[in-house]
């Protein structure tokens, strides 16, 4: 079997991904900050071990952070990406990148990308002064990288952009903070006339396993996500009436720089696997939920 590495792996994707491949009989290496792998410092990558599949989910993420320590998030973004291709470039089979649907926000926020949003269209950071790009600036340049690491050493690539992947144990996004939030008594609802796509953790994995093993979906950009529209303030009241709390939710506008509408065209990943989300967000805020 194949011996793949797991970045990000105590990360929520990186975790569920990191349990399924070692349940199907996969040698997976694991390396993440929170577990002293700092993939920011080269000589802790240089000495990571050889294998066949890189996949780099790590990445410093979670909306406060984007305002409160951008240069952070920048830095631990950028560096682990650059000595991961300068360690493994040219030596493996694939490396499969984690991008973001925050890639495409400026373009949103400018009225010019289509939603929903294919993977072909331009990347615009709309306001450069707004510390929220220091995440989707620096997954944009992380694109960059492992593209230019194909173009100079042939090094196979995919890139997927995933759209609001959720479900248990996950922590530090829209679902879990909002079910804590209520649970404190806050009924607040920022954002609430946005709208976004979420896609259940399950269907994730069965959408990056089906194109990690298929050489024919190399060195491609994917949407992964579901084209189901949600508003997130009936997304709220599902997650208030899961939890048994009793109340009228208040709605208030979003951060500056959040996107109202997120919605991936998932047409290209579809003609390239045979794949569908199949799980319907009232089960999977069941699941997520319920050890919550």
């Not at 079997?1 to 991904?17: A, P, Q, V």
């Not at 903070?177 to 649970?183: C, D, N």
């Amino acid at each position: 079997m194949n011996k793949i590495l797991i970045t990000g792996s105590d990360g929520f994707i990186g975790r569920h991904y990191s349990d399924f491949l070692i349940q199907q009989g996969y040698t997976v290496i694991t390396a993440d900050k929170k577990s002293g792998v700092d993939l920011s410092d080269w000589n802790t990558v240089r000495d990571l071990p050889d294998v066949d599949y890189v996949v780099h989910l790590a990445a410093f993420n979670g909306t406060k952070n984007f305002y409160s320590v951008p240069y952070d998030v920048i830095r631990d973004n950028i560096l682990p990406t650059q000595f991961l291709l300068d360690r493994y470039s040219g030596k493996v089979e694939l490396f499969v990148h984690a991008g973001t649907c925050e890639s495409y926000a400026g373009g949103v926020n400018l009225g010019i990308t289509p939603i929903p949003t294919p993977e072909d269209i331009a990347l615009i950071i709309d306001d450069v002064r707004n510390p929220r790009w220091s995440y989707g600036g620096s997954k944009i340049v992380n694109e960059l990288q492992v593209i230019a690491a194909y173009h100079q050493y042939r090094q196979n690539f995919q890139i997927i952009r995933f759209h609001n992947i959720y479900g248990p144990g996950q922590v530090e996004h829209f679902i879990p903070e909002v079910a804590q939030r209520f649970l404190s008594g806050d009924l607040t609802v920022y954002g609430g006339n946005e709208s976004r796509s979420f896609c259940y953790i399950d269907d994730a994995i069965d959408a990056i396993t089906q194109l990690m093993f298929d050489p024919g979906t190399y060195n491609q950009i994917f949407n992964v996500g579901c084209q189901e529209e949600h508003q997130i303030l009936k997304v709220a009241e599902m997650i208030k009436n899961i939890i048994g709390v009793v109340g009228d939710l208040e709605n208030v506008p979003g951060r500056p720089g959040s996107v109202n509408r997120r919605c991936p065209d998932i047409s290209k990943l579809k003609k390239f696997i045979d794949w569908d989300p199949t799980t319907l967000i009232e089960d999977g805020l069941k699941l997520t939920l319920e050890n919550l």
